[in-house]
């Protein structure tokens, strides 16, 4: 067997129960159907931290919604790391190893990378992103962002070998004060650009504008405010992507190229 240097660093590995459930559920929903018409559906979770519980629930996740025979491998630099994950395995639907950006030489047809590249600085991230995307199985997806600690409040990317494709901020409504705050978990190729002159500048702008606009909405509840924030938004000119179902879960998706930084 081949073995594959790993590239990247040690991130610092904090997790918790349920923390990603918010991109786990919008995978489903949005690269569900790359996972159904794949031969032998395989995923990793790349830089799944100290603890491998966003590994375990991502895989039960795909297998119970998407199919039951995916398999997941959960990939971490630290051999500490993987070794105390060994406990957790379920082979061959759910393993662990030791890899990087460069995936270990597998052969995925979607990685997901969470709180991963926000260590990074800026400028390395595009060779990260080229490095995943580079070992992905034709059609292969990337999704990679970061959320708060509690999965609260989070953004990411979907990429795939052309590059990012959209951008998804989601939140849970009930404690969302103001769109405002998505600036704090933006994915690393945007949150140093939340200044004036950056699209992704005037998207927060616009949905912190809606969002106050729509306060007569409060007492309907935090969903109804946020839809017609988002209905808001759109009207404006924002080419916001999916639909009011989706939009009820706290989400909001558009096109790379409406936030891309200038």
Avoid at 199 to 206: I, M, W
């Amino acid at each position: 067997m081949t073995q594959h240097r790993p590239v990247g660093v040690v991130t610092r590995g904090t997790t918790n129960p349920n923390r990603l459930r918010r991109v786990d559920n919008w995978i489903v929903e949005s690269c569900g159907d790359l996972l159904r018409t794949a031969a032998e559906p395989l995923v990793v979770d790349l830089g799944y931290g100290a603890a491998p519980t966003t590994a375990v629930e991502l895989h039960a996740r795909l297998a119970d919604r998407v199919r039951a025979d995916v398999r997941l491998v959960g990939l971490e630099i630290d051999p500490v790391r993987v070794a105390a994950a060994a406990a957790a395995a379920d082979p061959p639907g759910l393993t662990f190893a030791r890899g990087g950006f460069e995936l270990a030489g597998l052969r995925p047809h979607l990685v997901r990378a969470f709180n991963v590249l926000r260590q990074y600085p800026e400028d390395e991230v595009p060779a990260a992103w080229q490095t995943i995307t580079g070992a992905l199985a034709p059609g292969g997806r990337l999704v990679e962002g970061t959320c708060d600690e509690p999965g609260r409040l989070g953004g990411w990317l979907l990429i795939d070998a052309t590059g990012p494709r959209t951008l998804t901020l989601a939140a849970r409504l009930a404690a969302l004060d103001s769109p405002a705050r998505f600036a704090e978990r933006l994915p690393k190729a945007l949150i140093h650009r939340n200044v004036p002159g950056e699209r992704v500048h005037d998207l927060l702008r616009a949905l912190d504008a809606a969002w106050r606009s729509a306060a007569g909405y409060a007492p309907y509840g935090p969903r109804q405010r946020w839809l017609h924030t988002v209905t808001t938004v759109k009207a404006a000119g924002w080419p916001v992507l999916d639909r009011p179902r989706r939009w009820r879960l706290g989400e909001i998706t558009l096109p790379w190229t409406a936030v891309a930084p200038a």
